[in-house]
């Protein structure tokens, strides 16, 4: 009985992290900077991966913490609401930017 109640309350844990899903799109030509988990650890300094034009975060996990917009370029910012995209931020810096695992956007980034 014990190992079932250990193994009943491990996936009790481990659904509601499983239950959130989000992605960021690239809605750009260039390459966009993504963070997978915020946890000050990225695999290249500021992000963990470049994310092609074009692709979501999807391609690499189940669910994106953020992304990264390099010096000089300042981007928009797009959230999935109801099956439509609604432009949320026409003035996103430069830097990293994290979204919640809930939150799905697209990013479009250009020189400023």
Same mark, same amino acid.
């Given at each position: 009985?014990?190992?079932?109640?250990? +193994?009943?309350a491990?996936?009790?844990? &481990?659904?509601?992290?499983?239950?959130?899903?989000?992605?960021? =799109?690239?809605? /750009?030509?260039?390459?966009?900077?993504?963070?997978?988990?915020q946890?000050g650890?990225y695999?290249?300094?500021?992000?963990d991966?470049?994310?092609?034009?074009?692709r979501?975060? +999807?391609?690499?996990?189940?669910?994106? &913490?953020?992304?990264?917009i390099?010096?000089?370029?300042c981007? =928009?910012?797009? /959230?999935?609401?109801?099956g439509?995209?609604?432009?949320?931020n026409?003035?996103?810096?430069?830097?990293?930017h994290?979204?919640?695992?809930?939150?799905?956007?697209?990013v479009?980034?250009?020189?400023?």
């Open positions: 009985m014990g190992a079932a109640l250990s +193994t009943a491990a996936l009790a844990v &481990a659904t509601p992290a499983s239950a959130a899903s989000n992605y960021i =799109y690239n809605a /750009t030509n260039l390459g966009l900077g993504v963070i997978h988990v946890d650890n695999t290249h300094g500021n992000y991966v470049i994310l092609p034009a074009g979501k975060t +999807t391609d690499f996990w189940p669910t994106a &913490a953020g992304y990264y390099g010096p000089g370029y981007g =928009y910012e797009w /959230t999935l609401t109801g439509s995209w609604l432009l949320t026409d003035n996103v810096a430069p830097g990293k994290f979204i919640p695992t809930t939150r799905t956007i697209q479009r980034v250009e020189r400023c």
